[in-house]
């Protein structure tokens, strides 16, 4: 794999190699922590698609500068998401609740 600045660089321009290389390399490690988390491989995808779009406005900008590993980035985006998704769950199962005992 390339270096993180040449894969930054790859990611801004569009490159879909690049973006495929990122899906090859991360996406099981995101994958088991949705699984192992109350999601499915449906939820996997979709929170790493999403952690990639993140990545690829981010780079974007041209003051943007990782901090850290792709790998720890993506990851916790993906966390991040997920743990959202997973709040935003609840609180729709919480208000069907209520509601359902409302109508009792």
């Known amino acids: 794999m390339l270096p993180q600045d040449q894969i930054i660089h790859k990611i801004r321009s569009g490159d879909s190699i690049a973006i495929n290389q990122l899906y090859e390399k991360y996406f099981n490690s995101i994958a088991k922590y949705v699984l192992e988390n109350s999601g499915d491989i449906e939820d996997a995808k979709d929170i790493f698609q999403d952690a990639i779009m993140v990545l690829y406005n981010k780079s974007k900008d041209a003051n943007f500068k990782l901090t850290s ?36």
């Open 69 to 104: 590993s792709i790998h720890t980035y993506i990851f916790s985006i993906s966390k991040n998401l997920w743990l959202k998704k997973i709040r935003n769950r609840r609180s729709k199962s919480s208000d069907l609740l209520e509601n359902l005992e409302l109508i009792d």
